[in-house]
């Protein structure tokens, strides 16, 4: 073990320095230390030696005295990692283009060997065996190959390569080197190393891992099906392979994803003594693998007595390691679980709890001490032994340096912080971690103080972190500064210690005081228009000044620009006169000056006498500048550069200036170091301390006295301390002079500011966490919620933002302040100017106001009143932008909606040649929908048309042959014939299959059913039916078109009858709804691609165009009114006659006669004239309500006659579509039966392609397999020769071996034979098997491993080790030779390593035998295999003879026509076609014997019929007689009547009966006559009442006067009765005569009554005669 600090980086290591950079360059700085950790790969190197990656460097920590030494990559970033604690190698890979693995041995830290491969980019594991010299590798992208190499002898032993895939884990068997365990993210394979004495072979073993439920299924071959299933309806069952179409390699492993399960995913995994694997995972199993047999099992946790499982069973375990006692792991919990496994159950216990996630756990060699790797980049310490709490071993960070510094006074401590604000403080001796601060915050830059032992800490919050590091092992925040919201770029010191410079975001450099005695206070801020790249300080201790050089990007121009302003100490002590109000210096107060360089640079550093040097961007050189009148250009104002120094790096850069300004370094992207001469630009060291795969160098700084150098990384997370190795004595001493005067400007400052630094009280994180902790986007939502203003350097003015009082920034704060005085000054005036603003208000609206009274000539323009006209027009300019962009999105979006519409227009309905719509019912819910068709194109066509020529071609050619066959056949009987025809005719649609030639397609072009055995011919019948169906859908289309249009006249006199409807309904005042039919969506699809203006809601946007037309419209509308309302004529026509001049039958309903003026007056006073004109008046209302009552009824019956029309029509055509929806149904079933056809056909192409498939593959298969035994032959023809070859060998050695002890009499003859046998006894004797040492003793559970080549020359070589101590002269007989001893030991040193020899090569002979037994059983697997493929290829071209031969055929039976008793299926199995002609003779014949029988049935029926007949005769006559004898009794019974006496004694009754007819006939038409003359007596009765009546009526006329004058003198009479008060007497008389009415009345009355009764008694009396003298 190297001394802590040392830093060993062999010669093998070294790699030749590009552009030949001289050695002594290179060997000028060495690495003091390192510091970083890499979770990736960590080992132990012995059994208290830790070892571990980090950047360029492998480090080696000791666990007990916690010392490091480093181990350098000269060739840059490590990439894999690995190392063995057994053997103290570990072999590590670069990250280079073709990298290389370099073996080392420790504690010499020299290098073995050089592993060199064909691999281009990177390694991504590497892993060594646990005995032999063997290394295991595997590469990423794009080889992916895993290699086995023995880098003692550096021979790639063998390699094989896995596309794609990407391994997590490689692991050798610790009990046997030739077993490797290789894991990837889904999968784990154990590989076997095969050996044939010099011969290696790698065998892939993949391991069936259960899936995510724990079951572990077994796997099935899909390639080779375990048998062949064949169904008789769909026939065999092929492999998915084949049904997929595939037919190489990939037929052979695919599998549907359907069938796939999810496996389970490793996580980790290690080696039992016992060869098994146990595997965590993901889901929280524990898995059990046997190398051999590769058969996987879940461990089950053993359940607690009288309890259920913990919930601990299913943690997910990411790190395993495997001892005697049991198994160790751990997960994400932290936690560090024990299992003790025993028959597939285990038992766990907890062991310690960390409290960190765990990723690795590593035993030492010795198996005492177990390491706990975290992912956070902690390490602890546990002893099984002890089961005591883990000890934190090594604290390392857990994200990438960010900065470095050091610490005044520079030689003793220095301070790292990382980008999550870890701050670490570090004893600059041996990189010593001394101390540990985490402020939980995002860190943007740090900065030490060299007037104080302060540390400034810039976050992106904008805030400046002061810490106290006073006491380096307790450092502590003092302060917090918050200058702005802009995050902190950088922070830069002045050599003195006064000035902190704080570059932020923006173009802001803020100014603050470095003292904690002021608190640090914040003295200023510049701004600058352009990106600030960098700054560089310039301090000059005498002038007691600082210069701030700040480099900018300037965007116009390809160049850089330097401005340099200066401070004084002036600004501190007097601040607020170079300050302006919000805190911004004043120009005068820093002096700015500008200078434009001829280049553009990413970092620039100023030198005294206007020196600059500036690293170029675009070119690799470092410019040299001299800014002085001499260098500039006249036009433009650019520096040139004097020099130009290659920089021999490539990607961006930085330079850096040592305190004593003699050294320039460079750093770049390539990780590099170079330190120049600033006088000669001399390389004066370089140093490969960082790689360009971790982003290269980040940032570096010298230290005060110049001894030594902090550089980190960008990304590879170490921090390298250089200290110089060669330097010049001059530069040491000039460096160490300018420390000695700079400590001792600064020894009275630095303890005053020390012991103000100690005083100040720690600074309370707390107040911040809230805001800290809130991520970036929360936390610029925060700072954006009140606004405040600043005033740049151009005076113009910036919005700030701050969240709160509380948490306000400095800026924030002075500017806060600012307005406030501000609005205290100008109060008064701002009063003013509101109210002002307040009057002018109220002027505009008066003006305003008055300005809407005036007349419209004399109006001004509403734009007249704006006083700030540019204001509005801007407004107007941006609200008409947002219009417009807001337009232009919607109009995009209308785009894309009208674009998607095309398409789904043209795709669904401008390609469709018959459009799709549908029909309906009137009165039912029946729709009817036709056939939507696209236009077949050319090359269907042309397809169809030279099929149905190869068609005729073949009906031709086979009607020609039948013709042929018919000539040489014998018919026969003409009965025969003529049932086969009969047959033929009924069986035509039921061997054809379908009925589509009933609707419009043609089946005599089809092939017969019969004949589809070839592919062609089964294409073509595809064809063909496709265009039977294309057909048959064509003709039903032209029918649904017909009833279509059959609909659309419907409905048109529907709504022509309807119009007279409304007219009778609106004549007869009835409020009544009118069936209007029309056409659905669905019947007028069309409807869908137009939108109305009625389905729009929205306001309708019109155009300037627009609506200047539609103004024009309404104008001229308007006027047409006003002109109609001009017309008189018109006027008057409407008010006079309703704007009609004749009065039309329909108006009838609404005409009324006018009542007389006078029917308001009582009816006594009318007059006689007006009771004419009343009753005229009356006679005319009756005879209108009589002609309304007759056209009401008229119209009535109209309405009736029109609805009953409409229901009829309608009705007949629902039946119409009825019958179409019933054909549409027949049709369905025609297009089916050719689609199942098709169907059918198409199956039985692809069963064909599919067997045609699989045929290929299996023929791939066998070549592959017959290729695979050649090769196998030949490897066992080579096995068997090199084994006889290797026999004759052993034989050889065992022969020597035995010739040896066979010798040992002759060569000591001369001994004594007691001596002798002594000497032989000896001679046989052998020392105790050796051990190897680094084992004995230990708890390591892989002592008992096999061993390889190697391990038998190092247990050859223990041997003789150990045949030392037989060789002593303590063991030597008495009285023998000294010399004979010698030469006896020489010799039985020869003997031990003859048997030796022989037990190796028996031993090489038994793997070489085992090796060819394995090969000889492959090649037998592989001859079953080619014999399984035979009988496969057989069994295929069965299956398409029975394919070709055994055809599907659709038949077409009528229903009822075959009828099954039971509803099974039967099986069909047995079933064979035959020729109907056998199956019709023997009907024929069964009918002719079924007619012989039914003959004599019939006659036996007739006969026995017979005698059925005569029995109901005779019966017939039994039951007369007995009528007889009845009606002879009633004959004597009955009662005689004149009419029966006259019936009985008349001989001729007849015709009796016809002259009493006669004479009744004669009666009548005597009768008859007397009817007609007194019907014409009463006629001229009639006539002559009829006169008297119109005498009557004239007497009645007159007497109707005189009685108008009687009433007048009626009238005077009762008003002289009423004067002469006669009214008792009237009343008196009035009862009387009232009395005699009502006994007239009464007597009228019994009159009536009398008459009625007697009425009644002549018709009785008239009835009676009548039934008494019917005669007369």
């Given at each position: 073990?190297?001394?802590?600090?040392?830093?060993?980086?062999?010669?093998?290591?070294?790699?030749?320095?590009?552009?030949?950079?001289?050695?002594?360059?290179?060997?000028?700085?060495?690495?003091?230390?390192?510091?970083?950790?890499?979770?990736?790969?960590?080992?132990?190197?012995?059994?208290?030696?830790?070892?571990?990656?980090?950047?360029?460097?492998?480090?080696?920590?000791?666990?007990?005295?916690?010392?490091?030494?480093?181990?350098?990559?000269?060739?840059?970033?490590?990439?894999?990692?690995?190392?063995?604690?057994?053997?103290?190698?570990?072999?590590?890979?670069?990250?280079?283009?073709?990298?290389?693995?370099?073996?080392?041995?420790?504690?010499?830290?020299?290098?073995?060997?050089?592993?060199?491969?064909?691999?281009?980019?990177?390694?991504?594991?590497?892993?060594?065996?646990?005995?032999?010299?063997?290394?295991?590798?595997?590469?990423?992208?794009?080889?992916?190959?895993?290699?086995?190499?023995?880098?003692?002898?550096?021979?790639?032993?063998?390699?094989?390569?896995?596309?794609?895939?990407?391994?997590?884990?490689?692991?050798?068997?610790?009990?046997?080197?030739?077993?490797?365990?290789?894991?990837?993210?889904?999968?784990?394979?154990?590989?076997?190393?095969?050996?044939?004495?010099?011969?290696?072979?790698?065998?892939?073993?993949?391991?069936?891992?259960?899936?995510?439920?724990?079951?572990?299924?077994?796997?099935?071959?899909?390639?080779?099906?375990?048998?062949?299933?064949?169904?008789?309806?769909?026939?065999?069952?092929?492999?998915?392979?084949?049904?997929?179409?595939?037919?190489?390699?990939?037929?052979?492993?695919?599998?549907?994803?359907?069938?796939?399960?999810?496996?389970?995913?490793?996580?980790?995994?290690?080696?039992?003594?016992?060869?098994e694997i146990y595997m965590g995972c993901k889901e929280g199993f524990i898995l059990a693998i046997d190398a051999k047999t590769h058969s996987v099992s879940v461990l089950q946790q053993k359940p607690p007595p009288g309890g259920k499982p913990e919930d601990l069973q299913k943690t997910a375990l990411f790190a395993m390691a495997f001892c005697n006692e049991g198994l160790y792991a751990a997960g994400r919990e932290g936690m560090l679980f024990f299992y003790h496994i025993k028959d597939g159950q285990y038992e766990m216990k907890i062991c310690t709890d960390i409290l960190q996630p765990i990723s690795s756990l590593i035993f030492s060699p010795d198996y005492t001490i177990l390491l706990l790797i975290t992912d956070q980049g902690t390490v602890y310490t546990y002893k099984p032994a002890h089961s005591r709490e883990a000890v934190k071993l090594l604290d390392a960070c857990s994200s990438c340096f960010l900065a470095a510094d050091f610490l005044t006074p520079g030689n003793k401590y220095c301070v790292s912080v990382t980008a999550s604000a870890e701050v670490q403080v570090w004893l600059l001796e041996d990189g010593t971690c001394l101390s540990k601060l985490n402020l939980n915050i995002e860190a943007t830059a740090m900065a030490c103080c060299p007037s104080s032992n302060s540390v400034a800490l810039g976050t992106r919050r904008g805030q400046i972190y002061f810490l106290d590091i006073t006491n380096a092992e307790a450092p502590r925040v003092v302060y917090r500064i918050f200058p702005s919201k802009f995050p902190v770029l950088s922070l830069h010191y002045d050599q003195s210690g006064q000035f902190l410079i704080a570059r932020a975001t923006e173009g802001h450099i803020f100014i603050l005081d470095a003292r904690?005695?002021?608190?640090?206070?914040?003295?200023?801020?510049?701004?600058?228009?352009?990106?600030?790249?960098?700054?560089?300080?310039?301090?000059?201790?005498?002038?007691?000044?600082?210069?701030?050089?700040?480099?900018?990007?300037?965007?116009?121009?390809?160049?850089?620009?330097?401005?340099?302003?200066?401070?004084?100490?002036?600004?501190?002590?007097?601040?607020?006169?170079?300050?302006?109000?919000?805190?911004?210096?004043?120009?005068?107060?820093?002096?700015?000056?500008?200078?434009?360089?001829?280049?553009?640079?990413?970092?620039?550093?100023?030198?005294?006498?206007?020196?600059?040097?500036?690293?170029?961007?675009?070119?690799?050189?470092?410019?040299?500048?001299?800014?002085?009148?001499?260098?500039?250009?006249?036009?433009?104002?650019?520096?040139?550069?004097?020099?130009?120094?290659?920089?021999?790096?490539?990607?961006?850069?930085?330079?850096?200036?040592?305190?004593?300004?003699?050294?320039?370094?460079?750093?770049?992207?390539?990780?590099?170091?170079?330190?120049?001469?600033?006088?000669?630009?001399?390389?004066?060291?370089?140093?490969?301390?960082?790689?360009?795969?971790?982003?290269?160098?980040?940032?570096?700084?010298?230290?005060?006295?110049?001894?030594?150098?902090?550089?980190?990384?960008?990304?590879?997370?170490?921090?390298?301390?250089?200290?110089?190795?060669?330097?010049?004595?001059?530069?040491?001493?000039?460096?160490?002079?300018?420390?000695?005067?700079?400590?001792?400007?600064?020894?009275?400052?630095?303890?005053?500011?020390?012991?103000?630094?100690?005083?100040?009280?720690?600074?309370?994180?707390?107040?911040?966490?809230?805001?800290?902790?809130?991520?970036?986007?929360?936390?610029?939502?925060?700072?954006?919620?009140?606004?405040?203003?600043?005033?740049?350097?151009?005076?113009?003015?910036?919005?700030?933002?701050?969240?709160?009082?509380?948490?306000?920034?400095?800026?924030?704060?002075?500017?806060?302040?600012?307005?406030?005085?501000?609005?205290?000054?100008?109060?008064?005036?701002?009063?003013?100017?509101?109210?002002?603003?307040?009057?002018?208000?109220?002027?505009?609206?008066?003006?305003?106001?008055?300005?809407?009274?005036?007349?419209?000539?004399?109006?001004?323009?509403?734009?007249?009143?704006?006083?700030?006209?540019?204001?509005?027009?801007?407004?107007?300019?941006?609200?008409?932008?947002?219009?417009?962009?807001?337009?232009?999105?919607?109009?995009?979006?209308?785009?894309?909606?009208?674009?998607?519409?095309?398409?789904?227009?043209?795709?669904?309905?401008?390609?469709?040649?018959?459009?799709?719509?549908?029909?309906?019912?009137?009165?039912?819910?029946?729709?009817?929908?036709?056939?939507?068709?696209?236009?077949?194109?050319?090359?269907?066509?042309?397809?169809?048309?030279?099929?149905?020529?190869?068609?005729?071609?073949?009906?031709?050619?086979?009607?020609?042959?039948?013709?042929?066959?018919?000539?040489?056949?014998?018919?026969?009987?003409?009965?025969?014939?003529?049932?086969?025809?009969?047959?033929?005719?009924?069986?035509?649609?039921?061997?054809?299959?379908?009925?589509?030639?009933?609707?419009?397609?043609?089946?005599?072009?089809?092939?017969?059913?019969?004949?589809?055995?070839?592919?062609?011919?089964?294409?073509?019948?595809?064809?063909?039916?496709?265009?039977?169906?294309?057909?048959?859908?064509?003709?039903?289309?032209?029918?649904?078109?017909?009833?279509?249009?059959?609909?659309?006249?419907?409905?048109?006199?529907?709504?022509?009858?309807?119009?007279?409807?409304?007219?009778?309904?609106?004549?007869?005042?009835?409020?009544?709804?009118?069936?209007?039919?029309?056409?659905?969506?669905?019947?007028?699809?069309?409807?869908?691609?137009?939108?109305?203006?009625?389905?729009?809601?929205?306001?309708?946007?019109?155009?300037?165009?627009?609506?200047?037309?539609?103004?024009?419209?309404?104008?001229?509308?308007?006027?047409?009114?006003?002109?109609?309302?001009?017309?008189?004529?018109?006027?008057?026509?409407?008010?006079?006659?309703?704007?009609?001049?004749?009065?039309?039958?329909?108006?009838?309903?609404?005409?009324?006669?006018?009542?007389?003026?006078?029917?308001?007056?009582?009816?006594?006073?009318?007059?006689?004239?007006?009771?004419?004109?009343?009753?005229?008046?009356?006679?005319?209302?009756?005879?209108?309500?009589?002609?309304?009552?007759?056209?009401?009824?008229?119209?009535?019956?109209?309405?009736?006659?029109?609805?009953?029309?409409?229901?009829?029509?309608?009705?007949?055509?629902?039946?119409?579509?009825?019958?179409?929806?019933?054909?549409?149904?027949?049709?369905?079933?025609?297009?089916?039966?050719?689609?199942?056809?098709?169907?059918?056909?198409?199956?039985?192409?692809?069963?064909?392609?599919?067997?045609?498939?699989?045929?290929?593959?299996?023929?791939?298969?066998?070549?592959?397999?017959?290729?695979?035994?050649?090769?196998?032959?030949?490897?066992?023809?080579?096995?068997?020769?090199?084994?006889?070859?290797?026999?004759?060998?052993?034989?050889?050695?065992?022969?020597?071996?035995?010739?040896?002890?066979?010798?040992?009499?002759?060569?000591?003859?001369?001994?004594?034979?007691?001596?002798?046998?002594?000497?032989?006894?000896?001679?046989?004797?052998?020392?105790?098997?050796?051990?190897?040492?680094?084992?004995?003793?230990?708890?390591?559970?892989?002592?008992?491993?096999?061993?390889?080549?190697?391990?038998?020359?190092?247990?050859?070589?223990?041997?003789?080790?150990?045949?030392?101590?037989?060789?002593?002269?303590?063991?030597?007989?008495?009285?023998?030779?000294?010399?004979?001893?010698?030469?006896?030991?020489?010799?039985?040193?020869?003997?031990?390593?003859?048997?030796?020899?022989?037990?190796?090569?028996?031993?090489?002979?038994?793997?070489?035998?085992?090796?060819?037994?394995?090969?000889?059983?492959?090649?037998?697997?592989?001859?079953?295999?080619?014999?399984?493929?035979?009988?496969?290829?057989?069994?295929?071209?069965?299956?398409?003879?029975?394919?070709?031969?055994?055809?599907?055929?659709?038949f077409l039976l009528k229903q009822g026509q075959v009828e099954l008793q039971s509803a099974d299926i039967p099986d069909y199995t047995d079933a064979i076609l035959i020729n109907k002609s056998v199956i019709e003779e023997l009907n024929c014949a069964i009918m002719a014997q079924g007619e012989k029988k039914i003959a004599s049935m019939v006659e036996c029926k007739d006969f026995s019929k017979g005698i059925f007949q005569l029995e109901w005769q005779h019966k017939k006559m039994r039951m007369q007689i007995e009528d007889l004898k009845q009606k002879a009794q009633d004959i004597v019974t009955l009662p005689i009547s004149k009419d029966r006496q006259l019936f009985l004694t008349e001989l001729n009754y007849d015709s009796n009966i016809e002259h009493r007819i006669s004479v009744m006939e004669q009666t009548l038409g005597i009768m008859d006559k007397l009817h007609k003359k007194n019907v014409k007596h009463q006629q001229k009765r009639i006539k002559e009442l009829e006169k008297c009546i119109s005498l009557k009526e004239q007497e009645n006329y007159e007497l109707s006067l005189e009685l108008k004058e009687m009433l007048v003198s009626v009238s005077e009479r009762r008003h002289i009765f009423e004067a002469a008060d006669t009214q008792h007497v009237s009343q008196r008389i009035a009862e009387q005569r009232y009395q005699e009415i009502l006994k007239q009345k009464h007597l009228r009355g019994l009159v009536k009554e009398q008459e009625e009764q007697f009425e009644i008694l002549q018709g009785e009396v008239a009835r009676l005669r009548s039934r008494t003298f019917p005669i007369l």
């Amino acid at each position: 073990m190297e001394e802590a600090g040392k830093v060993r980086a062999p010669e093998e290591l070294r790699a030749e320095a590009p552009g030949g950079r001289s050695s002594a360059a290179e060997d000028a700085l060495e690495v003091s230390w390192v510091q970083g950790f890499s979770s990736k790969n960590f080992g132990f190197i012995n059994n208290h030696t830790v070892c571990y990656p980090c950047g360029n460097y492998i480090l080696f920590l000791d666990i007990e005295t916690k010392k490091t030494s480093v181990l350098q990559c000269q060739t840059g970033q490590v990439g894999a990692f690995t190392a063995n604690g057994n053997r103290q190698v570990l072999a590590f890979s670069d990250r280079k283009l073709n990298p290389i693995i370099y073996v080392c041995t420790f504690p010499e830290l020299n290098k073995l060997t050089e592993l060199k491969g064909n691999v281009q980019l990177d390694y991504t594991l590497l892993a060594l065996s646990f005995t032999g010299s063997y290394l295991a590798s595997y590469s990423s992208i794009p080889e992916f190959v895993l290699s086995v190499w023995n880098w003692q002898e550096n021979i790639l032993l063998c390699s094989v390569s896995q596309p794609g895939v990407t391994a997590t884990s490689l692991s050798f068997n610790p009990m046997n080197w030739q077993q490797l365990c290789f894991v990837n993210e889904s999968s784990i394979t154990v590989w076997h190393i095969e050996r044939n004495n010099d011969e290696h072979h790698l065998k892939q073993n993949p391991v069936k891992l259960p899936n995510g439920q724990d079951s572990t299924s077994p796997g099935e071959d899909l390639f080779f099906p375990v048998s062949h299933s064949e169904d008789q309806y769909y026939g065999p069952v092929l492999p998915v392979s084949a049904i997929a179409g595939l037919v190489g390699d990939e037929a052979e492993t695919f599998t549907p994803r359907n069938d796939t399960e999810p496996s389970v995913h490793p996580t980790a995994h290690c080696w039992t003594a016992a060869s098994e694997i146990y595997m965590g995972c993901k889901e929280g199993f524990i898995l059990a693998i046997d190398a051999k047999t590769h058969s996987v099992s879940v461990l089950q946790q053993k359940p607690p007595p009288g309890g259920k499982p913990e919930d601990l069973q299913k943690t997910a375990l990411f790190a395993m390691a495997f001892c005697n006692e049991g198994l160790y792991a751990a997960g994400r919990e932290g936690m560090l679980f024990f299992y003790h496994i025993k028959d597939g159950q285990y038992e766990m216990k907890i062991c310690t709890d960390i409290l960190q996630p765990i990723s690795s756990l590593i035993f030492s060699p010795d198996y005492t001490i177990l390491l706990l790797i975290t992912d956070q980049g902690t390490v602890y310490t546990y002893k099984p032994a002890h089961s005591r709490e883990a000890v934190k071993l090594l604290d390392a960070c857990s994200s990438c340096f960010l900065a470095a510094d050091f610490l005044t006074p520079g030689n003793k401590y220095c301070v790292s912080v990382t980008a999550s604000a870890e701050v670490q403080v570090w004893l600059l001796e041996d990189g010593t971690c001394l101390s540990k601060l985490n402020l939980n915050i995002e860190a943007t830059a740090m900065a030490c103080c060299p007037s104080s032992n302060s540390v400034a800490l810039g976050t992106r919050r904008g805030q400046i972190y002061f810490l106290d590091i006073t006491n380096a092992e307790a450092p502590r925040v003092v302060y917090r500064i918050f200058p702005s919201k802009f995050p902190v770029l950088s922070l830069h010191y002045d050599q003195s210690g006064q000035f902190l410079i704080a570059r932020a975001t923006e173009g802001h450099i803020f100014i603050l005081d470095a003292r904690p005695s002021k608190l640090f206070q914040v003295l200023g801020y510049v701004v600058f228009a352009d990106e600030i790249l960098g700054i560089s300080i310039v301090s000059d201790l005498k002038d007691d000044t600082v210069e701030v050089v700040v480099l900018l990007n300037v965007a116009e121009v390809q160049r850089a620009r330097l401005e340099i302003f200066f401070l004084s100490s002036a600004l501190i002590t007097d601040n607020d006169k170079y300050v302006n109000e919000y805190g911004m210096f004043n120009a005068s107060a820093i002096r700015k000056d500008k200078y434009d360089l001829d280049y553009p640079l990413s970092s620039a550093v100023r030198l005294k006498d206007n020196l600059v040097y500036g690293y170029c961007t675009r070119a690799p050189f470092i410019c040299k500048y001299h800014l002085s009148e001499e260098n500039k250009l006249e036009d433009p104002s650019v520096y040139l550069s004097e020099k130009r120094t290659p920089s021999n790096q490539f990607g961006s850069g930085f330079l850096c200036l040592s305190p004593n300004s003699r050294w320039l370094a460079s750093a770049a992207k390539d990780g590099v170091l170079f330190i120049y001469h600033t006088f000669t630009m001399d390389i004066l060291a370089q140093k490969h301390c960082h790689s360009y795969q971790g982003g290269g160098i980040r940032s570096m700084v010298f230290s005060l006295d110049g001894k030594f150098i902090l550089v980190n990384g960008e990304k590879d997370g170490a921090l390298v301390c250089l200290k110089w190795k060669k330097i010049d004595n001059i530069e040491a001493e000039e460096a160490d002079h300018h420390w000695h005067s700079l400590l001792a400007l600064l020894n009275k400052s630095t303890s005053d500011e020390n012991n103000v630094l100690k005083s100040m009280a720690e600074w309370q994180l707390d107040q911040e966490s809230t805001l800290e902790s809130l991520p970036e986007e929360k936390f610029k939502e925060a700072a954006f919620k009140s606004s405040s203003v600043e005033v740049t350097e151009d005076g113009n003015i910036t919005i700030w933002y701050s969240a709160s009082t509380d948490d306000m920034s400095w800026i924030g704060q002075i500017i806060k302040k600012v307005t406030r005085e501000e609005t205290e000054r100008f109060a008064s005036q701002k009063e003013e100017l509101q109210m002002g603003i307040k009057k002018l208000r109220k002027t505009i609206q008066k003006m305003m106001h008055e300005n809407d009274q005036v007349p419209d000539t004399e109006k001004l323009e509403q734009q007249e009143f704006n006083l700030d006209t540019e204001e509005q027009e801007r407004t107007q300019a941006e609200a008409e932008q947002k219009v417009a962009t807001v337009r232009e999105e919607i109009e995009m979006k209308n785009l894309a909606n009208y674009y998607l519409q095309n398409v789904i227009k043209h795709e669904c309905w401008d390609a469709m040649y018959v459009k799709g719509r549908a029909v309906k019912c009137f009165h039912m819910a029946c729709e009817v929908k036709n056939y939507p068709l696209q236009e077949r194109s050319e090359e269907e066509l042309e397809t169809l048309e030279k099929v149905l020529r190869l068609q005729k071609i073949e009906t031709a050619d086979l009607k020609k042959k039948n013709v042929e066959i018919e000539s040489e056949t014998v018919l026969p009987e003409d009965r025969g014939e003529k049932a086969e025809v009969m047959a033929d005719e009924n069986a035509s649609y039921c061997l054809t299959g379908s009925l589509s030639s009933l609707y419009g397609g043609d089946t005599s072009i089809l092939y017969h059913q019969w004949d589809l055995h070839t592919r062609e011919q089964k294409v073509n019948q595809i064809v063909l039916l496709k265009d039977i169906i294309y057909k048959v859908k064509t003709a039903f289309n032209k029918e649904f078109d017909t009833v279509v249009q059959q609909k659309e006249q419907e409905i048109a006199r529907v709504k022509e009858r309807n119009l007279r409807i409304r007219e009778i309904l609106a004549q007869l005042d009835l409020q009544v709804e009118v069936w209007e039919p029309s056409l659905a969506d669905d019947e007028k699809p069309e409807r869908a691609l137009t939108v109305q203006d009625s389905e729009i809601k929205a306001e309708k946007y019109l155009t300037e165009q627009e609506r200047e037309k539609a103004e024009l419209l309404a104008k001229l509308e308007m006027e047409r009114r006003n002109a109609a309302l001009n017309n008189d004529r018109l006027r008057a026509l409407n008010d006079m006659m309703g704007g009609m001049l004749e009065v039309r039958k329909e108006d009838i309903l609404k005409m009324d006669i006018s009542p007389p003026p006078f029917i308001s007056k009582p009816e006594n006073s009318w007059n006689e004239e007006e009771k004419k004109i009343f009753s005229e008046y009356e006679q005319k209302v009756k005879e209108l309500n009589e002609e309304k009552e007759k056209y009401r009824g008229a119209l009535e019956n109209e309405l009736k006659k029109l609805e009953a029309s409409i229901q009829e029509t309608t009705q007949h055509f629902d039946e119409t579509v009825c019958k179409l929806s019933e054909k549409k149904v027949k049709l369905e079933m025609v297009i089916y039966q050719e689609e199942l056809k098709i169907v059918y056909l198409v199956y039985a192409l692809l069963l064909d392609e599919e067997l045609g498939t699989r045929e290929a593959g299996l023929h791939h298969f066998l070549v592959k397999k017959e290729n695979e035994k050649i090769k196998t032959a030949r490897t066992i023809q080579t096995a068997k020769n090199k084994i006889e070859a290797y026999r004759d060998t052993r034989e050889t050695a065992t022969a020597e071996e035995k010739n040896l002890e066979c010798s040992f009499t002759k060569h000591f003859a001369d001994v004594p034979a007691n001596l002798r046998d002594e000497l032989f006894q000896l001679y046989k004797h052998r020392p105790k098997a050796p051990v190897t040492g680094m084992l004995l003793g230990t708890a390591n559970p892989y002592v008992d491993c096999s061993g390889s080549a190697e391990d038998h020359k190092e247990a050859l070589t223990l041997l003789m080790k150990a045949m030392d101590e037989l060789d002593s002269s303590e063991h030597m007989p008495k009285g023998l030779n000294p010399s004979v001893w010698e030469h006896f030991c020489l010799a039985r040193r020869k003997k031990v390593k003859s048997e030796e020899l022989v037990k190796w090569k028996d031993r090489t002979l038994t793997e070489m035998q085992t090796f060819l037994q394995r090969r000889m059983d492959e090649n037998k697997k592989i001859e079953s295999q080619i014999e399984a493929i035979f009988q496969e290829l057989t069994w295929l071209e069965e299956e398409k003879m029975k394919l070709q031969l055994n055809l599907t055929v659709q038949f077409l039976l009528k229903q009822g026509q075959v009828e099954l008793q039971s509803a099974d299926i039967p099986d069909y199995t047995d079933a064979i076609l035959i020729n109907k002609s056998v199956i019709e003779e023997l009907n024929c014949a069964i009918m002719a014997q079924g007619e012989k029988k039914i003959a004599s049935m019939v006659e036996c029926k007739d006969f026995s019929k017979g005698i059925f007949q005569l029995e109901w005769q005779h019966k017939k006559m039994r039951m007369q007689i007995e009528d007889l004898k009845q009606k002879a009794q009633d004959i004597v019974t009955l009662p005689i009547s004149k009419d029966r006496q006259l019936f009985l004694t008349e001989l001729n009754y007849d015709s009796n009966i016809e002259h009493r007819i006669s004479v009744m006939e004669q009666t009548l038409g005597i009768m008859d006559k007397l009817h007609k003359k007194n019907v014409k007596h009463q006629q001229k009765r009639i006539k002559e009442l009829e006169k008297c009546i119109s005498l009557k009526e004239q007497e009645n006329y007159e007497l109707s006067l005189e009685l108008k004058e009687m009433l007048v003198s009626v009238s005077e009479r009762r008003h002289i009765f009423e004067a002469a008060d006669t009214q008792h007497v009237s009343q008196r008389i009035a009862e009387q005569r009232y009395q005699e009415i009502l006994k007239q009345k009464h007597l009228r009355g019994l009159v009536k009554e009398q008459e009625e009764q007697f009425e009644i008694l002549q018709g009785e009396v008239a009835r009676l005669r009548s039934r008494t003298f019917p005669i007369l």
